[in-house]
């Protein structure tokens, strides 16, 4: 008899243990994000030292789509594909360009924003020649281009060139400018933002001209083999737009992007729209 009633004890437990009504779920794991902390507007830290900046809204906006929280991990740029590939982070938004090298390592979203790589020309050169686009100074004979040496800045607008001439290679970008704002060097080519930038800190002696000579697709990389992750990121970027995320972001930053680099087309520029 005893051992009759422990067995209906045991099984009206069970009973109630199965209609009882679950708890909540596990929450989702944190998404960890890398990027490099030293490049305003787009990654960069507050006064307080706490991630701010256009990649690091993306990364919350990416947080509250997936429903999962994001910890920004600050990382040097070259280390950032090791350390998405060690485990150390899960995704990488860091205006990153798309690649075939890279994309033989990781696996990249659909573009995100572009990066126009846009040209700085000397003032007097337009002026003396009346030259007003990138086209005209490509077509100058023997035309020269200074740049950071090993770049594309470099070798994009050379390569461009109808028939360029000696190109000037530097050691950075200031010294770069410095060529084109004395005249030794007819243009420069940089990223829109740092072009804008350089441009504006020699308003008397060089202008920026818009027309990009390339553009750079810039990607969210995640490691191979991560198709959930990467479905669910390229689902994210396809609703950027229709979902209001570029619009809050260019009420926050367009009046930093036309303030402070002067461009009133402001995030346009650079986000994209689809």
């Known amino acids: 008899m005893k051992k009759l009633i422990g067995l209906i004890a045991i099984i009206s437990m ?23 902390l030293r490049y305003p507007p787009f990654e960069t830290v507050d006064n307080n030292g706490t991630p701010s900046g256009i990649s690091v809204d993306i990364a919350k906006e990416l947080g509250l789509f997936l429903g999962r929280e994001v910890e920004i991990v600050d990382i040097s740029f070259g280390n950032l594909i090791t350390e998405l590939n060690l485990g150390e982070i899960d995704v990488i938004i860091a205006s990153m360009t798309i690649n075939d090298a890279r994309k033989e390592v990781i696996d990249f979203s659909n573009p995100y924003v572009y990066f126009p790589q846009v040209a700085i020309v000397n003032k007097a050169f337009l002026e003396a020649n009346n030259y007003t686009t990138i086209q005209e100074v490509l077509d100058h004979d023997q035309v020269v281009f200074a740049g950071q040496k090993g770049t ?4 994009l607008p050379t390569s461009l060139a109808k028939n360029p001439g000696p190109v000037i290679e530097t050691d950075n970008v200031a010294l770069a400018m410095t060529e084109v704002s004395t005249g030794a060097a007819q243009a420069t080519v940089l990223s829109l933002l740092a072009a804008a930038t350089n441009a504006k800190a020699f308003p008397d002696t060089t202008v920026l001209l818009l027309e990009p000579l390339a553009v750079n697709n810039i ?13 669910q990121l390229n689902a994210f970027i396809a609703q950027m737009e229709s979902g209001g995320v570029n619009n809050r972001l260019r009420a926050k930053y367009n009046p930093t992007i036309i303030n402070d680099f002067g461009l009133t087309a402001g995030l346009d520029l650079l986000l994209t729209n689809d």
Not at 219 to 231: C, Q, S
């Open 14 to 36: 069970l009973a109630l243990s199965a209609c009882a009504p679950s708890g909540p779920s596990d929450p989702l794991p944190v998404l960890k994000v890398g990027m490099d």
């Open 152 to 155: 594309i800045f470099l070798s």
């Open 219 to 231: 990607g969210m990389g995640v490691r191979k083999g991560e198709t959930e992750l990467l479905n």
